[in-house]
């Protein structure tokens, strides 16, 4: 199926970079690997080397590369799967977070480790989405 019947609500209200490095990077997937979840998957891990998740919606990173741990493992080990950062960009520096977070409304983030910030984040993330598809 054509990625654009099956874009994500979030790549919707994103740039239309966004849209096209996800649908580019999903219908070859649909071609090497058939319909369904490792073809999203591998549509995401592209979109995430050069997007990060802000609220609802995706917009571009300041540089380009892995956003996570998950994200930077190849081959094997990568298919096995593991716990992503959901589009937050963890391997950006802490004031990157810190400003994503403030933009989000996390309250608390100026006492908020790195880490934390990245939780917090996912978070406010999902809130945001929920609330948009409502």
């Known amino acids: 199926m054509p990625a654009r019947e099956e874009m994500p609500s979030t790549l919707q209200r994103s740039p239309k970079k966004a849209q096209e490095t996800w649908g580019k990077t999903h219908d070859s997937a ?12 591998t549509a995401f891990a592209s979109l995430k080397h050069s997007f990060e998740k802000v609220g609802d919606h995706w917009e571009p990173k300041d540089r380009k590369g892995p956003s996570d741990q998950q994200a930077a493992k190849s081959g094997a080990s990568a298919r096995r799967g593991g716990k992503t950062a959901e589009g937050v960009d ?31 984040i996912k978070k406010a993330n999902a809130r945001e989405t929920r609330r948009s598809r409502s």
């Open 30 to 41: 649909v071609e090497e690997y058939g319909e369904g979840e490792r073809a999203h998957r």
């Open 90 to 120: 963890a391997n950006a520096s802490k004031r990157h977070l810190y400003d994503v977070a403030k933009r989000l409304g996390v309250t608390g983030r100026s006492r908020m480790s790195k880490g934390e910030l990245v939780e917090a």
